[in-house]
């Protein structure tokens, strides 16, 4: 029987065969990631804001035929948007304007299901503690949050590793 192994957590061809690289040895590899990753959720916030209100607007001109499927769409769409780019490239748009790229703890991009779970794992703990529980990230060298910890994923400036790393880029 064959062992299933995600992609993002197999070490054949890992960038980093002992964890990623710490604050000592590349400060600015983290460089203020709270603030930049905090400022690329508002951003795609906003683009989310949009999406929603485009939702809103169709449901408007459907007389509120659309209704029921806003009421599935809405929820989902957060989810769907923050998987969808996470595990395509490795960033939402407003993490790219920030210089936030996410990685696995092998260095890899993170693939959907890692993506979905670290998407999953945020909504399910910044919800329902109003984003208090990001304050981890304020305690740890790395600056990873909860949701990074328990999905083996962190943030890293893009820049810095293209920088240090060509070939994960």
Do not use: C
Request: proline share 7%; glycine share 8%.
């Amino acid at each position: 029987m064959r062992k299933f192994d995600l992609p993002s957590t197999d070490l054949v061809g890992a960038a980093w065969r002992d964890g990623p690289p710490g604050r000592l040895d590349d400060p600015d590899l983290y460089d203020g990631m709270a603030w930049r990753r905090a400022v690329g959720y508002l951003i795609d916030a906003l683009v989310l804001f949009a999406l929603i209100a485009g939702l809103w607007m169709l449901v408007i001109l459907s007389l509120g035929l659309l209704w029921p499927i806003k009421l599935l769409i809405t929820p989902l769409l957060p989810v769907a948007y923050h998987t969808y780019f996470v595990g395509r490239s490795g960033a939402t748009p407003g993490m790219q304007l920030m210089d936030v790229e996410i990685r696995s703890w092998t260095g890899r991009r993170p693939d959907y299901v890692q993506a979905f779970l670290m998407t999953a794992l945020f909504y399910a703990t910044v919800l329902p503690t109003g984003f208090l529980v990001l304050v981890v990230a304020l305690f740890n060298d790395r600056q990873r949050t909860l949701h990074d910890f328990l999905a083996g994923t962190l943030g890293t400036r893009r820049s810095r590793l293209a920088a240090i790393s060509p070939q994960t880029a």
